[in-house]
């Protein structure tokens, strides 16, 4: 069963950074591709970056282009988002899930699963 879990959010000020984590667990690793996803309140959930593990080809949404940082460890079978220059337009409640289909920019909500609960995200002006 594929189960992910996030953690790493908070409160931060504008301008500041924030690593989120995503732990995985029950499948094989490097066969997936791990997306992050955010929904602000009122808001749908989109995509914010994914990496392909077994290559480590990364994308993201223009949104967080140049200020997100994706990464991953194999070796501890988890995902990390780095996130730096935080805007307000930024708070949300981020969500990790596994795909088994290449990382894209396009996001496709569907061909994820495993999502975790999330974790918050609130930045400050």
């Known amino acids: 069963e594929v189960q992910l879990v996030e953690s790493g959010g908070g409160l931060v000020q504008a301008g500041g950074s924030l690593r989120l984590s995503c732990a995985a667990s029950g499948f094989t690793f490097d066969d997936y591709a791990i997306g992050w996803f955010r929904q602000a309140p009122g808001k749908g959930r989109k995509g914010v970056s994914c990496i392909t593990n077994s290559d480590g080809s990364t994308a993201y949404a223009d949104s967080v282009e140049g200020r997100f940082t994706i990464s991953s460890d194999n070796a501890k079978n988890t995902v990390y988002l780095q996130m730096d220059s935080l805007k307000p337009e930024d708070t949300a409640v981020y969500y990790c899930?596994?795909?088994?289909?290449?990382?894209?920019?396009?996001?496709?909500?569907?061909?994820?699963?495993?999502w975790g609960q999330g974790t918050l995200v609130t930045v400050s002006s």
């Open positions: 899930a596994a795909s088994l289909w290449p990382c894209d920019d396009n996001f496709v909500r569907g061909l994820y699963r495993g």
